[in-house]
């Protein structure tokens, strides 16, 4: 059996969301955090895990949506700075739960139409560009990727990291 750039991209999907493999998913990066860890900005500066999933959140968002065929919908972010948005509310429970529940159905969401994709769709030009799907694809995989580790460094910062897999 050959494997196809489509077998190959729903393995890193499946790798960089659920599957305890060779890195750490981002499922499990971000399994038991509460808001206020979400929140948690170190004292050097940089980034929450709050602000990096609202940024993956928005990138894939659009990115299910041009694989639909449909038009994003909301307006565009004026820069990639603004979709990292504010760090978040440490006592917002149920806006940091409702990120969550987001991000796992668009995780989904995003597994379930790349197992739709043909070989032809992944060698489509990418949207107005001279890139194919395919390669638009697989850096979107290593972009989840990094940031899953970046929330997994950030947990070991704050002290809330015990997961073993």
């Known amino acids: ?3 196809t750039a489509k077998d ?8 960089t969301w659920d599957q305890c493999n060779w890195i750490v998913p981002l499922s499990k990066a971000l399994e038991g955090l509460t808001a206020e860890q979400a929140a948690w900005v170190p004292s050097s500066g940089g980034l929450s ?11 894939n ?13 909301g307006t565009p972010a004026e820069n990639n700075d603004s979709t990292f948005g504010d760090s978040g509310d440490p006592s917002d429970i149920r806006g940091w739960r409702k990120l969550m529940q987001d991000t796992t159905q668009l995780a989904g969401q995003l597994r ?7 070989e032809s769709d992944l060698e489509a030009p990418y949207m ?4 194919k799907w395919s390669h ?10 990094y940031h899953a580790g970046q929330i997994v460094l950030l947990r070991r910062q704050q002290g809330s990291w015990n997961i073993i897999f």
Do not use: C, F
Not at 8 to 15: A, C, F, P, R, S
């Open 61 to 73: 968002q659009r990115l299910l949506n041009r694989i639909q065929g449909v038009t994003p919908s």
């Open 112 to 118: 379930d139409q790349l197992a739709t994709l043909q």
């Open 8 to 15: 190959l991209l729903l393995i890193q999907k499946d790798d």
């Open 136 to 145: 638009a694809l697989a850096r979107w995989v290593l972009h989840d990727a």
């Open 49 to 59: 895990i709050w602000q990096l999933v609202n940024h993956m959140y928005y990138y």
């Open 128 to 131: 107005n560009s001279d890139e």
């Open 1 to 3: 059996m050959t494997t």
